[in-house]
Structures are given as structure tokens and as C-alpha cells.
């Protein structure tokens, strides 16, 4: 299995942070956000050659940082769609089980320790928050992911999806099929999740609860700084179980 970390977004909401590097390169307490997800999933005993990260945005500096860490491929369809195509150029450069990792996402170990191999696809979802307006919200039936969308009313929602998935390698052909079908109908102003949405037409995705473990997505300052105090705890928490 791959663990697939999607930085190639440039992070218009995080500026000026993001004038001169990718999303995935701005710092929480010192450290770039995809370091933090790195050093997660080392410590869960992932090997450094099942981790490849995806940028575009601002490669140079990212490809930089990560030389000599884990592999570093370049999306060269980046600036021409939203992320629907940094997860088709993983799928189509890996042919592997994947694990799909929002690099805007920083989250305690046993979120990532959700992430493991299956016949079936999935995503982790907290069901334990109040998914605002603009939070990608999951609705299930019969205990199945059927749609993601940001429009769910939330009484009908069970909760967030908190941009880590899974595709398990039988289903990489379906899913760069239904990629390139939105591409041929010029949706390329579509995210991943509605290629989700295609695939759960056929195939429904189980929900994989991190409800009540430590995890915030970053779009904007605010975010950041709950990102900060999250980060802090996990650093304290570090601190006092080495002890």
C-alpha cells in the first residue's frame, strides 16, 4: 500500500503564508505540515518507499525539503483543475493499493493508524463534529458512504470527511475511467470527492470513524492557529509519554 500525500494545492486562503511555497509547506510551531504527516506515519511504522507525495504548486520547494525523505512525484496537470487530477496522476503513475492524505490536514497518529489495506474503499469521517456550511459532509445508507458534498444538509449528514481515504488497487482502473470521463465533460473545476460520489453510484465506500481523536483541516489563518494548539498538545503529550 501507498500512502498518497496530495500537496500540490497552492493555498490562496492561507496568503501571504503561501506567496512563495505550497499549502503543504507552511509551518505549524516550526515544522512544515507535511512534516508533520511524515513524521506520523515513521512513527507508526510505515517505511519511507510506501510514501510518495504529489506536488505542483511551488514543486521546487517542496521537492527540496523532501529530497532524500520519501519520493516526491510532480503533477504536471496541477494548475489546469482542482485536486480531481492530483489524485489521477497518483493513480496513474502507482499501481498499488492507495491511501489518499489531504496534506492540509494535521492530526494525531491514531487518526493515520486508521489507514490500512482492504479489499473495499473508504474514508475516515468524524462523526463527532458539527460539519459547517463549508466542511465536506458524508451521507450514509445502509451503513455505506453515498454521497460527499459540502451542500448535505447537516440533519442528514453523519459527519465530516476529513480528507484521508483509501482505493484499493482492483478499483484503479474505475477510478481513472470516471476521472477521465469528468475531463472529457471539461469538470475539471470538480475535487476528488466527486469522483467519490461516481464511484459510490457502483461501489459505496465504508465509513471509517475518527470520532473524538485530535485532527483539524487548514484552508484558512484561523485554522492555522487551531492547527498550532493541536500541535502543541501532540508535542505535550510526545513530552510526557517519553518520560
Known amino acids: 500500500m501507498k500512502f498518497v500525500i496530495l500537496a500540490a494545492g ?22 512544515p505540515l507535511v512534516q508533520w504527516q511524515l513524521e506520523a506515519l515513521s512513527n507508526l511504522g510505515v517505511p519511507r518507499d510506501e510514501v510518495v507525495v ?9 521537492k527540496e525539503f523532501l529530497t532524500g525523505k520519501v519520493q516526491v512525484l510532480y503533477n504536471p496537470y496541477w494548475s489546469a483543475a482542482n485536486n480531481v487530477l492530483t489524485v489521477y496522476y497518483a493513480l496513474e503513475q502507482l499501481n498499488d493499493d492507495i491511501a489518499i492524505i489531504n496534506s492540509d490536514v494535521i492530526a494525531e497518529e491514531a487518526v493515520y493508524a486508521l489507514l490500512h489495506p482492504d ?17 465536506m459532509k458524508v451521507k450514509l445508507e445502509d451503513g455505506k458512504i453515498v454521497l460527499f458534498s459540502k451542500r448535505i444538509d447537516p440533519s442528514e449528514s453523519v459527519g465530516e470527511y476529513i480528507g484521508l481515504s483509501y482505493i484499493p488497487r482492483r ?20 475535487w476528488y470527492e466527486d469522483a467519490f460520489n461516481i464511484l459510490c453510484e457502483t461501489v459505496p465506500m465504508t465509513p471509517v470513524f475518527c470520532t473524538g481523536m485530535l485532527w483539524t483541516e487548514i484552508d484558512t489563518h484561523e485554522d492555522l492557529e487551531r492547527a498550532k494548539q493541536i500541535a502543541a498538545q501532540l508535542q505535550k503529550e510526545k513530552v510526557e509519554g517519553d518520560v
Do not use: C, H, Q
Open 10 to 31: 497552492e493555498g490562496k486562503r492561507l496568503k501571504p503564508l503561501t506567496n512563495d511555497r505550497p499549502k503543504a509547506m507552511v509551518e505549524v510551531l516550526g515544522k
Open 119 to 135: 479489499n473495499e474503499p473508504y474514508a475516515v469521517v468524524d462523526g463527532g463534529v458539527d460539519a459547517a456550511e463549508e466542511e
Open 171 to 190: 478499483l484503479r482502473g474505475k477510478m481513472l475511467s470516471i476521472i477521465e470521463g469528468m475531463w472529457n465533460r471539461g469538470e475539471l473545476d470538480r
Open 54 to 62: 504529489i506536488g505542483g504548486f511551488g514543486y521546487d520547494k517542496l
